[in-house]
């Protein structure tokens, strides 16, 4: 799959600079941002997506329900929430609400892929303070903490230039995290994206950026996943 906007690639090779740059240096407070709480999101938020200003992770599927033009999933999304319309980066998407337990674990946002939207995504999910840490292609999996720390800069780069170089794939995924409340020690010292996560698992928002391929060669949607991963790890154990 040849991907048609170099910006998945700037991002990425602007990763080392990120990864390491001081806390705080992220978008303004009045930034949009997804609440992991009623309590948080109920906290003023300037100019806030219509998306997270709707709902929060916990949800019951009952109020889910209530939300303009929600209807209940069928086959293989019965269970789910699925709502016609709602905005993110400034466009249109047709939504997904998963629920376990009675519980919001994952909102999941898919539209025809353009390099445009790819931009727009991008461009937000920065704002927000998220961070680009991993990526996938057909099942591998290159960790950009790990990557820096082995083989510096220069070997991540080349790393994610062989995986965009992959002819075809069906998925290729880019994993963002909520990394404001990451401290810069916390950043430097991780060996890996797993370490780096336990510091703050209570605190991190992940954003799973994907673009499916048509078959041909090309891209024909992009989906972005939405979760609180501590709330999703909760509801399988409980």
């Not at 998407?93 to 931009?119: H, I, M, N, P, Q």
């Not at 057909?138 to 992959?166: C, T, Y």
């Amino acid at each position: 799959m040849r991907v048609t906007t170099i910006l998945p690639i700037l991002y990425c090779l602007l990763l080392a600079g990120m990864l390491f740059r001081p806390a705080g240096a992220h978008a303004a407070p009045s930034a949009a941002r997804t609440c992991a709480t009623a309590s948080e999101c109920a906290a003023p938020q300037q100019a806030a997506p219509k998306l997270f200003a709707s709902y929060t992770f916990g949800l019951p599927r009952a109020q889910a329900m209530k939300l303009p033009g929600a209807a209940p999933g069928k086959g293989d999304f019965a269970g789910d929430v699925l709502l016609p319309e709602a905005d993110f980066a400034g466009l249109p998407w047709s939504v997904r609400l998963e629920f376990r337990r009675d519980a919001l674990v994952r909102v999941s946002l898919v539209e025809a892929y353009t390099g445009k939207r790819l931009e727009a995504v991008n461009n937000s999910l920065r704002d927000m303070g998220f961070e680009m840490l991993a990526m996938l292609a057909d099942g591998v999996r290159l960790d950009f903490v790990a990557a820096l720390k082995v083989d510096g800069p220069q070997g991540l780069q080349g790393r994610i230039e062989k995986l965009h170089k992959k002819e075809n794939p069906n998925r290729m995924s880019y994993a963002w995290f909520d990394t404001r409340k990451m401290s810069r020690e916390t950043k430097v010292t991780a060996r890996n994206l797993s370490e780096l996560l336990q510091v703050v698992a209570a605190e991190t928002r992940e954003a799973e950026v994907t673009l499916l391929g048509d078959g041909k060669g090309g891209v024909a949607n992009i989906l972005v996943d939405f979760s609180l991963p501590v709330l999703e790890l909760q509801t399988y154990n409980h």
